[in-house]
T-cell receptor, first 116, second 113 residues
Framework: NAGVTQTPKFQVLKTGQSMTLQCAQD?????MSWYRQDPGMGLRLIHYSVGAGITDQGEVPNGYNVSRSTTEDFPLRLLSAAPSQTSVYFCASSYSEDRGLNTEAFFGQGTRLTVV | KQEVTQIPAALSVPEGENLVLNCSFT??????LQWFRQDPGKGLTSLLL?????REQTSGRLNASLDKSSGRSTLYIAASQPGDSATYLC????????????FGSGTRLQVQP
């Protein structure tokens, strides 16, 4: 099992450019989520999904879009990059508590994004 | 809205010491609480998961406890080693609402050889 895979690992964007951060998991997890980590602020939730076709906003959703067409993939789109979106982005996945399985969350290795 | 706080923000101890990292949360209606380790420039590694019905979990030199009524969890590290140096994060998963974790800001631990 590869677990949670994020691509790319590093990215530099110019202000106004758009891009998609990829996240894939091979554990058949229902729940997936995106966080950003800024110095001194911990991880903050951007968007999350409880299954294919179902997404919802987190704490800091502005400037980001998500979709979930399959169980495995949960891409994060930056529509028009701004310097304030410079951050490290993490994707996570876990089983739904309804499955009665271990609901431990697993994280990808992160994408370090710089917007200039 | 759930808020998770970790104190202290940073901690430096000599090798061999037993130490306790603290995590507090404002909403006791949690489904579980998870402790993570993060090395500089790396991702999050899960250490321990405590279900809301449990009081503690152990893995090797690590022991995590949970007291929902007081909104507190502690991570106990026995016989600390320089390799334990990292940032430790706690995160709460709610019973209802957003199906995602709420994180504390972490405790940065330095174990001196």
């Amino acid at each position: 099992n590869a677990g949670v895979t994020q691509t790319p690992k590093f990215q530099v964007l110019k202000t106004g450019q758009s891009m998609t951060l990829q996240c894939a998991q091979d554990m058949n997890h229902e729940y997936m989520s995106w966080y950003r980590q800024d110095p001194g602020m911990g991880l903050r939730l951007i968007h999350y999904s409880v299954g294919a076709g179902i997404t919802d906003q987190g704490e800091v959703p502005n400037g980001y879009n998500v979709s979930r067409s399959t169980t495995e993939d949960f891409p994060l789109r930056l529509l028009s990059a701004a310097p304030s979106q410079t951050s490290v982005y993490f994707c996570a996945s876990s089983y739904s508590e309804d499955r009665g399985l271990n609901t431990e969350a697993f994280f990808g290795q992160g994408t370090r994004l710089t917007v200039v | 809205k759930q808020e998770v706080t970790q104190i202290p923000a940073a901690l430096s101890v000599p090798e061999g010491e037993n130490l306790v990292l603290n995590c507090s949360f404002t909403d006791s209606a949690i489904y579980n609480l998870q402790w993570f380790r993060q090395d500089p420039g790396k991702g999050l590694t899960s250490l321990l998961l405590i279900q809301s019905s449990q009081r503690e979990q152990t893995s090797g030199r690590l022991n995590a406890s949970l007291d929902k009524s007081s909104g507190r969890s502690t991570l106990y590290i026995a016989a600390s080693q320089p390799g334990d140096s990292a940032t430790y994060l706690c995160a709460a998963f709610p019973h209802t609402g957003r199906r995602a974790l709420t994180f504390g800001s972490g405790t940065r631990l330095q174990v001196q050889p």
